[in-house]
């Protein structure tokens, strides 16, 4: 009977459908989608771990119960090179034990040896995630840098020869004269109050007008 009662607790988060449900459009308008949960401000329960808010982000091996094997000041690199090589002998011993005495009780203390390395080491090269951080922000802003600086000179470059182009299609456009225009027949347009043409858009056209349109399109 006790056992029927007794309430399972699973260590593993609900299915995210039962939350994603919770967040139609409909509750989202109507407002009756459920509040995100308030920052919590003690300590809590993750995996059946209690933890602090003002734990460190790596903790001491101490606080979790660990013997350290290395002492307080150390070169990361060399202690990792070290707590390898035990790793190693450790693991030969273990495999000698297994051959030779498999019922000795020297195995279980082997296995203890082995967990306390493989724990130092992960402890180790955690301590290394801040500069992980760092220096993948570094790059990525570094890249970003780099892209900003190529899209700009990409757009100089374009507008270094939109600018080259616009110039050589002035210098090309003949130099009419008054003389020139009567001996043509052309006469100068007459512009409205509102600065459209007299005639049609496409009638009374001037000629320069139509250059210039024609090398646009061109462009």
């Known amino acids: ?74 070169d990361r690199r060399k202690e990792l090179k070290k707590l390898n090589h035990s790793l190693l002998v450790n693991f030969l011993d273990l495999i000698d034990l297994l051959v030779h005495y498999p019922d ?56 270094e020869k939109v600018r080259e182009m616009v110039k050589n299609a002035f210098a090309s456009l003949p130099d009419l004269t008054d003389a020139d225009r009567l001996a043509g027949g052309l006469e100068p347009m007459d512009v409205g109050e509102s600065g459209d043409l007299a005639g049609g858009r496409g009638e009374g056209c001037h000629p320069l007008d139509r250059l210039m349109c024609e090398i646009v399109d061109r462009m």
């Open 104 to 159: 000795s009780p020297r195995r279980a203390e082997k296995i203890e040896d082995l967990s306390l390395l493989f724990v130092h080491i992960h402890h180790l090269l955690n301590e290394f995630r801040p500069h992980q951080a760092r220096e993948t922000l570094r790059v990525m802003m570094e890249l970003q840098k780099r892209q900003r600086i190529e899209t700009a000179q990409r757009f100089q470059n374009h507008l």
């Open 1 to 74: 009977m006790a056992n029927a009662e007794a309430i399972q607790v699973s260590s593993l988060p609900l299915p995210p459908a039962q939350y994603i449900n919770l967040y139609t459009d409909e509750n989202i308008r109507k407002n009756r989608a459920p509040k995100p949960p308030a920052p919590i401000q003690d300590s809590y329960t993750m995996f059946g771990s209690p933890f602090s808010n003002d734990d460190n982000i790596i903790r001491p091996l101490e606080s979790q119960g660990f013997k350290r094997l290395y002492p307080q000041h150390f």
